[in-house]
Nanobody, 120 residues
Framework: VQLQASGGGLVQAGGSLRLSCAAS????????MGWLRQAPGKAREFVAG??????FYADSVKGRFTISRDNAKNTVYLQMISLKPEDTAVYYC????????????????RGQGTQVTVSS
């Protein structure tokens, strides 16, 4: 199984980015998918998750981030708007059978991460 994340970059505060994560090796339509992030010197934290059409978010990103998935492409997306400097982190896509585990920052599979840097 491989998870390939892309879409990160450098953006000014208030800007937008769209992350993608394509999974290969098996089908994950019955799994929860999500995004985690880790800033330098900080613990990994949950960002957003999606399971059977239901979405859930960390309070810090509600109203600014939108998670979606395309099961036919085995891909999960994270649309981020109104980015803030505190959103700067390495973003990882994660897959688990349980959405609760994604919310806890745990996973069965995790991608290699993509850097998001928001300048003030």
């Amino acid at each position: 199984v491989q998870l390939q994340a892309s879409g990160g970059g450098l953006v000014q505060a208030g800007g937008s980015l769209r992350l993608s994560c394509a999974a290969s090796g098996r089908t994950f339509s019955n799994y929860a998918m999500g995004w985690l992030r880790q800033a330098p010197g900080k613990a990994r934290e949950f960002v957003a998750g999606i399971n059977r059409g239901s979405t859930f978010y960390a309070d810090s990103v509600k109203g600014r981030f939108t998670i979606s998935r395309d099961n036919a492409k085995n891909t999960v997306y994270l649309q981020m708007i109104s980015l803030k400097p505190e959103d700067t982190a390495v973003y990882y896509c994660a897959i688990d059978r349980s959405p609760l585990e994604i919310r806890r920052g745990r996973y069965d599979y995790r991608g290699q991460g993509t850097q998001v840097t928001v300048s003030s």
